[in-house]
């Protein structure tokens, strides 16, 4: 572990550096598509020590897989880890150009997480992961001059999107470098309006949804209806086999959430109520809309 960099000033630290708050499920894969995709040191925060040896742990196999195929993988591996740093808490020990905040969706949480980055870093472009949070509201308690949200997906390292989510007052600079460090990570953008859902969820969702509301009429069976989109527009995955993946009680979640804020059409179909109340979630719980067990 790598922690005694923790202290560091500023100005002995020569290379760019990116800031990781919080090294769970998203941080890590964050931290490892910098170190894999650019030459950047990254340093990820995380106050659980656990979950720091568990991230370095993640990243690790992380780099493995994804310079498998390369002839000197071990010495690509490496390097990247040299320039991985998990620290306990933000510090003085370098002024990075990127922060991407990742801790648990918590808005006080964020918020003094982020407040923290701001008195640390004021020059340092400043980005949330959040999924379902308010960007603006984010960025407005936070005070930050260079603010955006960057949406990546799970898991990041196989993911080839980021949904760049303008706060109300991000600036068109902050924007366009939010946009730069997506094509550097060899990602792809889409700039999306800070508004419930951004532009991916509300959509998913909304297709998930009306696809459960057909079950429910007894329009088709969910692996027709499925069938019918991976064949006829081209899906990868019909919408219900989606939802199945993901978890029926955190589409559940997102829907209640996008039904507060956007209205009636998001409101979640009594079947999907009723699966989540019966212990049907899915794949993680053996069965939904379809059975898991020997799938
Ligand atoms: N998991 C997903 O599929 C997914 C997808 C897109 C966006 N997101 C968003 O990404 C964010 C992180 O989600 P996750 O799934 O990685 O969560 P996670 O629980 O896996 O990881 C969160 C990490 O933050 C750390 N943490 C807690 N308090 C902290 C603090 N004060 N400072 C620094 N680190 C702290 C925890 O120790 C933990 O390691 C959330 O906002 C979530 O909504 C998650």
New binding site residues.
């Given amino acids: 572990m790598n922690d005694q960099r923790h202290g560091k000033k500023a100005n002995e630290v020569d290379e760019v550096g990116c800031v990781v ?9 964050i931290a490892q598509i910098i170190l894999s995709e650019t030459s950047s040191r990254v340093y990820v ?4 020590a ?3 040896d ?2 370095r742990v993640t990243i690790e196999s992380g780099l493995q897989r994804r310079f498998a195929k390369e002839d000197d993988a071990r010495r690509l591996v490496s390097a990247a880890l040299d320039r991985l740093d998990l620290v306990p ?2 510090g003085d020990f370098v002024a990075p150009e990127i922060v991407i ?6 808005i006080d ?2 918020t ?2 982020l407040q ?1 980055a701001v008195e640390h870093w004021p020059q340092a472009l400043i980005a ?6 308010s960007v603006t509201e984010l960025h407005h308690r936070t005070g930050a001059s260079r603010f955006v949200g960057m ?6 390292p196989t993911s080839r999107l980021v949904e760049v989510v303008c706060s109300n007052d991000s600036t068109a600079e902050s924007i366009e470098a939010a946009q730069r460090w997506v094509a550097q990570l060899q990602r792809e953008a889409i700039t999306v309006k800070d508004s419930p859902g951004f532009a991916t969820s509300r959509l998913g969702v909304a297709i998930g949804l009306e696809a459960m509301r057909m079950v429910e009429e007894g329009v088709a069976s969910a692996n027709d209806i499925d069938r019918g989109m991976v064949l006829g527009y081209k899906f990868p995955i019909g919408p219900l086999e989606l939802s199945d993946r993901v978890g029926l009680d955190v589409r559940l979640a997102i829907a209640n959430h996008l039904a507060s804020e956007l209205g009636p059409r998001f409101e979640a179909p009594q079947l999907l109520r009723q699966m989540v109340s019966d212990g049907r979630v899915g794949r993680k719980s053996g069965a939904g809309f379809y059975e898991w067990e020997n799938r």
Avoid: Q
């Fill in positions: 708050i919080g090294g769970g499920t998203m941080g890590a894969g925060v995380d106050p659980d656990t979950a720091r568990r991230c808490g933000a905040e990742a801790v648990p969706e918590n949480l964020k003094r997480v923290t949330t992961n959040t999924s379902s949070l949406h990546f997906f799970n898991p990041v």
